[in-house]
C-alpha cells in the first residue's frame, strides 16, 4: 500500500494521460463516428460503400496493429512531431490510432439508433417538405441521440479500457506505469495490480454515472 | 531478475526470418575443429564428442548476437561463434550443431528438461538463475548504452545529454526505468528494439537503450546511421548455460572459451560481428572460475 | 427506416445523388491515391519487399503465427463460456453468499483493461503460467464475465412458463437451471458467444507485451526483417478482417434464423446493456 502512496504523482501522471487520450480520442471518435453513420443511412450509394467498407476495416482489426500502424504511417507521411498542448508526438499518433478505431463503432451505434427512430418520423419530416440533410439534422438525430447513448456508453468504456493498449506505442499512461512501478518495487506487485485497476474501476464507474444522467437529460418525450 | 529486457525482443516460434539484403557475407570465423579430442569416460564431452552432434540454444532474432536469414542453414552474430568454438573443441563440425531458438523464457527450462546440451542466448549470468542452471563465463561484459543517429554522436556522449529527451526502450525493461529515474528522459516505451530503432530513424525519439550488446548488432546493420555512445552504465554478463552440478562440462567450457580469449579468436568472432558497428574490440572479461 | 429519409428519388434527385456520387468517389480515390503515392515514393512498396515476403519462411512464420492465435483463442472462448456460465448461475442464485462475490467478479474484471489483467497474470505468479496461458486465462476471466452478463440476460429471456412448469413437476431449482433453462439460454445466445468470438479474436493481439507468438507478434518480426512496416501489418490485419468479418456474418445469419424459428433473442439480447447486441459487433473492446 505505501508504494502507491509513495508513487501517488507518478500514478496521477499516467490517468492523466489516459484522461487526455479518452477525452482526445472520444471526441474526434464521436465526430467522424457520427459522419459515417450519415454516410451509411444517406442516398449517395459511394458514400454508403464508404462507411461500411470503413466499418468492417476498422471493426474487425485488433487495435495493436491499428496503433502499430498509426506509429509507422504517418511519419511515412511526414508528419513525425505533432505534438500538442505539451504532449509529444506519440501521443497524437495514439489519439489518430485510437479514435479511427472508435469511429468505426460509434457509427454503428449511431446507425442503429437513427434505424431505432419510428419510420413515423422521417415520413412526416418529409412530408413537410425537409431534405435529407434537413430531416436528418432537426427530426431524426435528435430523438436518435436517446437510444445512441447505451450503447456510446459501453463505447466509451471501451475506449477508456483500449487507452492502455498504448503503453506499447510509445506513450507513458496508467498501464506503463504499473508495469514500471511492478518492476521497481518487484514485492508489491499485488498492491500495485490492484490499485491501478481501481483506478480503472472508478473511471469506468464515473464515465458509467455521466452517461446516465445524460441520457436522462436527454430523454426526449416519444 | 524478474524481466529480462530482451524479453519483448524475442522470436518465439518463427524460424528463420529474413533480413532483407543487409546481412553481411562474412560474419563467420574460421574455426579450427579439433582432430580426435579425448575426453574422460562418462563426461559430457564424451557423450557430445562421440555423437558428433549437439543441440544449441540461440537467440534468431538479434542482429549480431544471433540471427537467422532465410535460406541460411545456421543463424549467425557473436553468440553464435562461440557456440561454434565450443563445439569446435569436442570435435564437432558445423553441420553437427542442431541450433534451437530460445526465447528468455525458456532458457532455463530447456536445459533442466534437456532440451538443448548448452545455452548460448545473451544469457546475463545473474545468483537467480545460478540457482536452476550452471552458467559458465561472462564471456562478454555488456551494459546499458545509448543508440544514437549518427549526426548526434558528438552532441550526445551520455545518459546525462537525454534530459527531457524522447528515449526509447521496450515497455517494461529497467533500462528505461533508469533513463527516466536518473537522467530524467521522456520514456516512449515499444513493444519490440526495432519499432524504437525505426523512431530512431524517423526522429522522433533521440537514443535507443537497452544492452550494448543489442545496440551494437543494430549498429552493425547501418554503421553510417547509427552509432553506440556512451560508457555502459550498468552491467550485464553474458554466460553460457549448461546443466547444474555439471562441473566438469563448466571447466571444459571455461577452458575452450579462455584459449578463444588468448589464441585471438575471440576477438576475429567479435570483429566479424558485433565489430561490424565500427566500434573497437574490447578486452575479453575475466571468466569465472567453476563451483 | 432509412428508406423513409428520401423518397424514391425523382429526375432532380437522382441527378444531385449522380453528382454526389462522382464527386464523393473523386475526393475519396484521390485520398487514396494520395497515400498510396507518398507510401510508393517511401519505398514501401519495392520490389525487394515483395520478393523478401514471398520467401516460405515468411510464410511458415505466418502460419505458426496464425496457429498459435487461433489456438489460443479457441481455448479461451471455450474457457470463458464455461466460466460465463458458472458466474451467471452464481448471480441467479438464491444465496446472496454466492450472488453478491459473483456480481463483484463480473464487474471488476468487466472495468480493468484486458491488458493489466494479462500483466498481472504473467507477472504475478512468480512465472507460473507461461505466456500461453496467462494470455488464455485472462481471455477467460475477461469474457467469461461478459458472457455471464449475456447469459444471465438470456436465461431471463427464456420464457416464464417453462421454469414454472418444471417446478411445477416437481424439480429441484438446480435440475430446473440445468436441464431446462441452460441449454435453452446458450441457444438463444448462440450469436452473442459468436461476436464474444471475434472480440476474443482480437485481444489475442494483446499477446504481444508478453511476447507471445501469435500473428502480430509474427507480423512485427516480419516487419523487422524485410524492414517495412506497414504492408506486413497490413497484410496480418486483412487476415483478420477476412476472419472476424465471416464470423460477424455468420451471427447474423443466426439470429436471423432464431428469429425465424420464433426464439426471440432479440429481446434478450436488448437490455440496457449494449454488450449484447450481436449485430452492433459489440462496443469496441
Not at chain 2, 532440451?115 to 545473474?126: F, K
Not at chain 3, 520478393?51 to 487461433?70: F, K, M, Y
Request: with cysteine; proline share 4%.
Amino acid at each position: 500500500m505505501d508504494t502507491l502512496v509513495d508513487n501517488r504523482a507518478e500514478i496521477w501522471e499516467g490517468f492523466r494521460l489516459t484522461l487526455w487520450l479518452l477525452l482526445t480520442s472520444g471526441v474526434l471518435a464521436t465526430l467522424l463516428g457520427t459522419v459515417l453513420g450519415s454516410f451509411r443511412v444517406s442516398p449517395v450509394p459511394t458514400l454508403r460503400w464508404i462507411g461500411t467498407s470503413y466499418v468492417n476495416v476498422f471493426r474487425n482489426t485488433p487495435l495493436v496493429i491499428i496503433l502499430v500502424m498509426s506509429a509507422a504511417f504517418w511519419p511515412t507521411l511526414g508528419f513525425n512531431d505533432v505534438g500538442f498542448f505539451g504532449y509529444n508526438t506519440f501521443v497524437t499518433f495514439a489519439i489518430l490510432g485510437l479514435g479511427l478505431y472508435t469511429a468505426a463503432f460509434v457509427c454503428e451505434a449511431v446507425r442503429s439508433g437513427i434505424n431505432s427512430v419510428a419510420t413515423g418520423q422521417a415520413e412526416a419530416a418529409r412530408s413537410v417538405g425537409m431534405t435529407f440533410a434537413q430531416s436528418l439534422r432537426l427530426v431524426v438525430l435528435p430523438q436518435a441521440l436517446r437510444a445512441v447513448i447505451p450503447p456510446l456508453t459501453s463505447i466509451y468504456i471501451a475506449l477508456a479500457k483500449n487507452t492502455s493498449i498504448t503503453a506499447i506505442v510509445g506513450v507513458p499512461e496508467a498501464a506503463y506505469v504499473m508495469r514500471r512501478l511492478s518492476n521497481k518495487f518487484t514485492s508489491d506487485v499485488y498492491a500495485i495490480f490492484f490499485g491501478i485497476a481501481a483506478g480503472y474501476v472508478v473511471l469506468v464507474l464515473v464515465l458509467s454515472v455521466l452517461l446516465r444522467l445524460a441520457e436522462r437529460r436527454l430523454a426526449v418525450a416519444r | 531478475m524478474r524481466f529480462t529486457r530482451t524479453k519483448a525482443a524475442v522470436g518465439a516460434l518463427a524460424l528463420g526470418l529474413s533480413l532483407a539484403a543487409c546481412g553481411s557475407d562474412s560474419s563467420s570465423t574460421e574455426v579450427e575443429v579439433a582432430e580426435d579430442p579425448a575426453f574422460d569416460e562418462g563426461t559430457t564431452m564424451a557423450e557430445l564428442s562421440d555423437a558428433g552432434s549437439i543441440r544449441i540454444g540461440v537467440k534468431v532474432d538479434q542482429p549480431g548476437i544471433g540471427f537467422q536469414e532465410p535460406g541460411a542453414d545456421a543463424p549467425t552474430g557473436f553468440d553464435i561463434e562461440i557456440a561454434r568454438i565450443i563445439a569446435a573443441g569436442l570435435g564437432i563440425e558445423d553441420d553437427g550443431i542442431e541450433w534451437i531458438e530460445t526465447v528468455s523464457d525458456n532458457r532455463e527450462p530447456f536445459l533442466e528438461n534437456d532440451t538443448v546440451d548448452i545455452v548460448v542466448a545473451s544469457y546475463s549470468i545473474t545468483e537467480e538463475r545460478r540457482q536452476l542452471v550452471g552458467q559458465a563465463g561472462p564471456y562478454y561484459v555488456t551494459g546499458q548504452q545509448l543508440l544514437v543517429r549518427e549526426d548526434d554522436k558528438e552532441t550526445i556522449t551520455g545518459p546525462e545529454d537525454l534530459e527531457g529527451s524522447n528515449v526509447c526502450s521496450v515497455t517494461g525493461s529497467t533500462s528505461l526505468d533508469r533513463m527516466v529515474d536518473e537522467y530524467g528522459s521522456e520514456p516512449v516505451p515499444f513493444a519490440t528494439y526495432s519499432e524504437c530503432v525505426e523512431q530512431l530513424k524517423n526522429e522522433s525519439v533521440d537514443a535507443v537503450t537497452t544492452d550494448g550488446a543489442i545496440l551494437l548488432g543494430y549498429a552493425a546493420e547501418e554503421p553510417d546511421e547509427l552509432e553506440v555512445v556512451g560508457e555502459a552504465f550498468s552491467e550485464e554478463r553474458y554466460g553460457v548455460g549448461y546443466s547444474k552440478g555439471d562441473t566438469e562440462f563448466c571447466q571444459y567450457i571455461t577452458d575452450t572459451v579462455q584459449a578463444a580469449m588468448d589464441d585471438g579468436t575471440w576477438a576475429e568472432a567479435f570483429e566479424a560481428t558485433l565489430g561490424e558497428s565500427g566500434v573497437d574490440t574490447p578486452e575479453p572479461p575475466q571468466m569465472d572460475p567453476c563451483e | 427506416m432509412t428508406a423513409a429519409l428520401f423518397d424514391v428519388p425523382g429526375p432532380q434527385s437522382r441527378r444531385r445523388a449522380a453528382i454526389g456520387t462522382i464527386v464523393a468517389a473523386v475526393l475519396a480515390a484521390a485520398l487514396v491515391g494520395l497515400v498510396g503515392w507518398k507510401l510508393y515514393r517511401e519505398g514501401e512498396f519495392e520490389a525487394e519487399l515483395w520478393q523478401d515476403l514471398g520467401q516460405p519462411n515468411i510464410a511458415r512464420a505466418v502460419w505458426l503465427g496464425l496457429v498459435s492465435t487461433l489456438s489460443a483463442a479457441a481455448v479461451a472462448i471455450v474457457l470463458s463460456v464455461i466460466f460465463g456460465a458458472v458466474l451467471a448461475i452464481a448471480r441467479l442464485s438464491d444465496h446472496r453468499v454466492l450472488r453478491i462475490p459473483a456480481a463483484i467478479v463480473v464487474e471488476f474484471f468487466r472495468a480493468v483493461p484486458l491488458l493489466l489483467l494479462i500483466v498481472f497474470v504473467f507477472f504475478g505468479f512468480n512465472n507460473l503460467f507461461s505466456d500461453y496461458w496467462s494470455l488464455v486465462l485472462a481471455l477467460m476471466l475477461y469474457n467469461g464475465s461478459v458472457l455471464a452478463e449475456v447469459f444471465r440476460a438470456g436465461i431471463n429471456a427464456v420464457p416464464r412458463g417453462q421454469s414454472e412448469a418444471a417446478y411445477s413437476v416437481g424439480m429441484l431449482k438446480s435440475q430446473v437451471m440445468s436441464s431446462i433453462l441452460l441449454p435453452q439460454a446458450v441457444a438463444i445466445m448462440l450469436p452473442a458467444i459468436i461476436s464474444q468470438c471475434v472480440v476474443v479474436l482480437k485481444d489475442t493481439a494483446l499477446g504481444v507485451i508478453i511476447a507471445y507468438g501469435d500473428l502480430v507478434f509474427q507480423a512485427n518480426l516480419i516487419a523487422e526483417f524485410v524492414d517495412h512496416t506497414i504492408v506486413p501489418l497490413a497484410l496480418a490485419a486483412l487476415i483478420f478482417i477476412v476472419i472476424n468479418y465471416a464470423l460477424s456474418r455468420l451471427a447474423v445469419w443466426l439470429e436471423a434464423r432464431f428469429a425465424r424459428r420464433g426464439r426471440t433473442s432479440a429481446g434478450a439480447a436488448r437490455p440496457t446493456d449494449m454488450q449484447l447486441a450481436p449485430t452492433a459487433g459489440g462496443a469496441g473492446d
